[in-house]
């Protein structure tokens, strides 16, 4: 990457591990947020990846139970595509 600096000269950035881990990070956090209004997908994308099972959900309710198995079948069904 090629940025100008204030000098107007131009400098070269190389990506260094600071900013590798922060985008990482960010994709992570992003996969897995746990606001309310995403712990559906992300419950169904753990229980698409083998990282919850079934047994992990009891508790929850009908209605939620199969939201979260509707997303893990839609990620099998993409990831199938």
Do not use: W
């Not at 508790?59 to 139970?65: Q, S, T, V």
């Amino acid at each position: 990457m090629i940025l100008a600096s204030p000098s107007h000269s131009l400098v070269t950035v190389r990506p260094t591990a600071e900013h590798y881990l922060t985008q990482r990070r960010k994709e992570i956090d992003h996969k897995y947020d746990f606001s309310s209004s995403r712990l559906t997908d992300v419950l169904g994308r753990l229980l698409y990846e083998n990282r919850l099972g079934e047994e992990d959900l009891s508790g929850l309710c009908e209605d939620r139970l199969e939201s979260i198995r509707s997303f893990a079948k839609f990620l099998a069904e993409d990831a199938a595509a």
